[in-house]
């Protein structure tokens, strides 16, 4: 058993973090930056705090109610609105998002790495970093984001419930508590 745990460890360690418990993360939308996993993204940061950061491009009611990444910078893609959608909620795009990020960071020195619920929203916000002038090797989209995918499987008890993959599930530090000078000015009234 001791032989077949760190055969599992070493494959992890081997394939960079790719896949997490058995689960493969996947892109879930064309970008040219890189790709990274939340493990990756972590040690990322560790290695050079001054210039590489995460950005949570979550809303700020998620930022704030269900919990961030530490030391994370919150600069929504998107506002929730009034307007009841699909999901009894609308999103509407922060049309500032691209001067948010040049007034907090620089393209010259500084490495993006972007988070959302589970990857998606993070595809968009690298297109837009490379579009207000990032170099896209300086940019990356963290796969499976800050909560993971939805478990699929209608045997479980967990069946609908992200709870597969994702900062959060990696068990990476996350917190609840707000730094004003990371949390997101009130959101624009659009």
């Known amino acids: 058993m001791k032989t ?10 081997l394939f960079g973090g790719s896949v997490y418990a058995g689960y493969r993360y ?22 050079d705090p001054q210039h ?11 930022y704030q109610l269900i919990g961030h990444p530490v030391g994370s910078v919150n600069i929504p893609k998107k506002f929730w609105n009034s307007n009841l959608g699909e999901k009894k909620y609308d999103l509407v795009d922060n049309s500032n998002f691209e001067n948010d990020l040049l007034s907090r960071f620089n393209p010259k020195t500084d490495k993006l790495i972007f988070m959302c619920r589970s990857g ?5 916000s690298c297109k837009a970093a490379i579009h207000a002038g990032w170099d896209p090797k300086q940019v990356c989209n ?16 967990y069946d609908g419930q992200r709870k597969v993959g994702g900062w959060k599930n990696e068990g990476l ?5 707000i730094d004003k000078k990371l949390v997101y000015r009130a959101d624009l009234k659009q």
């Open 142 to 157: 963290m796969l499976g984001g800050f909560e993971g995918d939805k478990i699929k499987n209608a045997d479980s008890i």
């Open 4 to 13: 077949r745990v760190l055969g599992v460890m070493a494959c992890l360690l």
């Open 173 to 177: 530090p996350w917190t609840y508590h």
């Open 52 to 62: 590489t950061f995460i950005v949570d491009t979550r809303s700020r009611p998620e």
């Open 120 to 124: 998606k929203r993070s595809c968009f």
């Open 26 to 47: 996947e892109v879930k939308a064309e970008h040219e930056a890189g790709n990274v996993t939340p493990s990756q993204a972590y040690a990322m940061v560790k290695k």
